[in-house]
């Protein structure tokens, strides 16, 4: 699979449940980021997680990173319809100078 | 703040015909360009990036050709258009070892 890969492809939820997604990812990196996409528009950047950092938090948003495992985890707590959206995890490789690599994205539905 | 814009926002253009598609950042300076594009329902594919005017690098290879004639100017540019060459084209900049921040998009459809 490709750096950084996202499980599950898609995730539908009811409005106030918390939703998981899950990235993989191969090479030793500098940092993992997640972003948002709305259908149709440009990304947008979530959280910054560095190599050393094992959880962050930004509002509802909790990740977390295992180095050891190569992999990261996006909570959504008490996710909103506003939430629905594609989410794409993407590492900074060490040698891998100044580019991300990303996933394929997960598509969460939050239901009203 | 800084403030990246792309245009045009949608394109329809026909096969064999050229392509100019251009990102311009605001309030930065020397920051790192990218243009990606993304098919229907996938992930992004980086194209280009540049650390730098006149600095390109070249992630696949294909007819896409992109240039940095000033510091906050990234363009995209095809001589001859494939129908493969339909989707969603992104810019983004950041700087180093930062979060990448993208524009609006372009929506490229190649009849």
């Known amino acids: 699979s490709q750096q950084g890969e996202e499980d599950p492809q898609a995730l539908s939820i009811q409005e106030g449940e918390n939703a998981t997604m899950n990235c993989s990812y191969k090479t030793s990196i500098n940092n993992l980021q997640w972003y948002r996409q709305n259908s149709g528009r440009g990304l947008v950047h979530l959280i910054l997680i560095r190599s050393n950092e094992r959880e962050k938090h930004s509002g509802r948003l909790r990740v977390t990173l295992d180095t050891s495992k190569k992999s990261s985890s996006l909570l959504i707590t008490a996710s909103r319809a506003a939430d629905t959206a594609s989410y794409f995890c993407a590492t900074d490789a060490i040698t891998a100078g100044n580019k991300l690599t990303f996933g394929g994205g997960t598509r969460v539905l939050v239901k009203p | 703040s800084q403030t990246i814009h792309q245009w045009p926002a949608t394109l329809v253009q026909p096969v064999g015909s050229p392509l100019s598609l251009e990102c311009t950042v605001e309030g930065t300076s020397n920051p790192n360009l990218y243009w990606y594009r993304q098919a229907a329902g996938r992930g992004l594919q980086l194209l280009f990036y540049?650390?730098?005017?006149?600095?390109i690098s070249s992630e696949v290879p294909q007819n896409l050709s992109a240039s940095r004639p000033q510091d906050r100017q990234f363009i995209l540019s095809s001589k001859k258009l494939l129908l493969s060459d339909s989707g969603f084209y992104l810019c983004?900049?950041?700087?180093?070892?930062?979060?990448?921040?993208f524009g609006p998009g372009t929506r490229l459809t190649v009849l």
């Open positions: 540049s650390v730098g005017i006149g600095q």
């Open positions: 983004a900049w950041s700087e180093v070892k930062s979060a990448q921040y």
